[in-house]
């Protein structure tokens, strides 16, 4: 049996031009991604992310545009699943209810996944910021949109 794993990221840029990343912790695995995760079924990727945000974020969001698919194999960190991500460029329709930290890493409680948000500025966003390929890949593909969205 071949296992999918698709997942939908959030790419949320606020008004000071930061862009809003998630520190995980997650069997003992520390990692940063961007907000958002898993496709339940009989869900479609933006009723996911828009869940996503409200779950994570207390936030509801609005889709703006597509920025990047996975377009090669990558394994799960955590199973034996094939990874697919989906990113959108997204902007939220009212104020982060979410709790935005300085520092990485900086959990608030001890739950079984622990998370804290922060921002970082989108023109020193690099893929050193994010720890899986995909988020690296959506890095770049950030960066090239916003250089011919400006020109």
Request: proline letters at 3%; glycine letters at 6%; aromatic letters at 14%.
């Amino acid at each position: 049996m071949f296992l999918f794993n698709v997942r939908v990221y959030g790419l949320l840029i606020n008004e000071q031009d930061e862009i809003l990343l998630s520190d995980e912790e997650h069997q003992s695995v520390r990692f940063s991604k961007f907000p958002g995760g898993g496709l339940e079924y009989g869900e479609g990727l933006l009723d996911a992310l828009k869940r996503e945000f409200i779950e994570e974020c207390e936030t509801p969001i609005e889709i703006l545009e597509h920025i990047y698919t996975t377009d090669f194999f990558e394994k799960s960190s955590f199973n034996e699943s094939q990874i697919i991500s989906i990113y959108y460029l997204v902007k939220p329709l009212e104020p982060l209810k979410c709790r935005i930290s300085t520092g990485n890493f900086d959990f608030e409680d001890a739950g079984v996944v622990k998370q804290s948000f922060r921002w970082v500025k989108r023109t020193a966003l690099s893929p050193d910021d994010v720890t899986f390929l995909t988020d690296k890949i959506a890095i770049e593909k950030l960066h090239e949109f916003w250089n011919k969205s400006v020109v």
